[in-house]
Every structure is written in C-alpha cells, then in structure tokens.
T-cell receptor, first 114, second 109 residues
Framework: GAVVSQHPSRVICKSGTSVKIECRSL??????MFWYRQFPKQSLMLMAT?????????EQGVEKDKFLINHASLTLSTLTVTSAHPEDSSFYICSASDWGYLQFFGPGTRLTVL | GIQVEQSPPDLILQEGANSTLRCNFS?????LQWFHQNPWGQLINLFY???GTKQNGRLSATTVATERYSLLYISSSQTTDSGVYFC???????????FGDGTTLTVKP
C-alpha cells in the first residue's frame, strides 16, 4: 500500500518552455501533498504544501508564479514549472500524506532545461 | 524553523558490519521519519518514530524526544543498504517536515 507515482520520470526541455509534473497517490486519498526539489549531493528542500481544493502554501523564497501547484483531487497534484530556465534544472519529488504526518514519496522527476 | 543535524555525513563499511546513524533536532517534534534514498533517487520509508523504539528486520530506530535526537541502527550491513539516509522532522499541524543533510552510506563487499 501507500504507493505514489510521478510522471514524467525524466524531462528535457528548452529554456522558456513550461513543464508539468504529475503526482498521484495510487491506493489512498492524499489530503496533503508536498513538493520538494533536490540538487545533486544535497538534501530535499520543501517548496510548497498543497491541500486538496485549496491554494498551495509556498515556502519562503519559492516563486508561486513560477512554480504553479494544483491539487484538484484527493489523488492528484500537479507542479508546473513556467518559463523554465537552466537554473530550474533539478530533481523534483512529491510526497503524499493521508493524515498529515506520515509521508510517502514518489520516485521523482529529473528536469533538465537546456 | 527547526534545525536538523545528521551525523556522520559519510560512512564506509565492510559488508556485515553494524552502524549507528544519528539525527539531532533543535525543537520538540510531533513527526519524525527515517528514509533511505536509493541510487535512483527513490525515497523509501524506514520508520515513522517521533518517540520510542521500533525494529524492522536488520534495522531499528530509537527516538529520545526529551533529548531531541534519534538513532538509526543498521546491523549486518549489506551492499544493498548503500545510499543516503535522511531524517525528516516536523512540529506543526500542517505535517510538513524539515530534512537533515543525510548520511551517505557505502557498504563494500
């Protein structure tokens, strides 16, 4: 149980384009989903917290207009990186929780912006 | 916000050896998890342990909440145990967690 999927697993795009990443909880209803980014050899940094049906809460320093988060249902959250630039290249990981504390992580999406 | 420190940053072991990883945190917590990140980036839940002791096979964990630390024990290590071990803690009702910098474990055959 407690499986979280992410799609795509890897994406390469040109600078200036937008990229959408999907995060799905496959066998449970996720009231809360979290989005992280991880640079090579570094820890995970929380970007935002999203609750189904409400606006995401962004961490300090994260541009909400650049990283659009939509949590439209209890099993799906999306992260859209708008007008991506090379400095946005990173490993993006989502997690899902059904009661707020125990998080289950997706396999991650490796974004490369050329 | 809450600060999380993990030690040691790197650990190299021979297969079969035992190890102890430590996580110190700066404030009281209501949420503490240990994860293993494999070489492909997938984070695997090991323990949810805001207090007390748990065991799962060769792994066990202890959190002493009053002294603000948690320990992860790995016994009879195997090469497949290699990877990065993260401790993540939280103290809000929002459920969000702060990750430590991790311990990179390399188990040699």
């Amino acid at each position: 149980g407690a499986v979280v999927s992410q799609h795509p697993s890897r994406v390469i795009c040109k600078s200036g384009t937008s990229v959408k990443i999907e995060c799905r909880s496959l066998d449970f209803q996720a009231t809360t989903m979290f989005w992280y980014r991880q640079f090579p050899k570094q820890s995970l940094m929380l970007m935002a917290t999203s609750n189904e049906g409400s606006k995401a809460t962004y961490e300090q320093g994260v541009e909400k207009d650049k990283f659009l988060i939509n949590h439209a249902s209890l099993t799906l959250s999306t992260l859209t990186v708008t007008s991506a630039h090379p400095e946005d290249s990173s490993f993006y990981i989502c997690s899902a929780s059904d009661w707020g504390y125990l998080q289950f992580f997706g396999p991650g999406t490796r974004l490369t912006v050329l | 916000g809450i600060q999380v420190e993990q030690s040691p940053p790197d650990l190299i072991l021979q297969e079969g050896a035992n190890s102890t990883l430590r996580c110190n945190f700066s404030d009281s917590v209501n949420n503490l998890q240990w994860f293993h990140q494999n070489p492909w980036g997938q984070l695997i839940n090991l323990f949810y342990i805001p207090s007390g002791t748990k065991q799962n096979g060769r792994l066990s964990a202890t959190t002493v909440a009053t002294e603000r630390y948690s320990l992860l024990y790995i016994s009879s290590s195997q090469t497949t145990d290699s990877g990065v071990y993260f401790c993540a803690v939280g103290n809000t009702n929002a459920g969000k967690s702060t990750f430590g910098d991790g311990t990179t474990l390399t188990v040699k055959p």
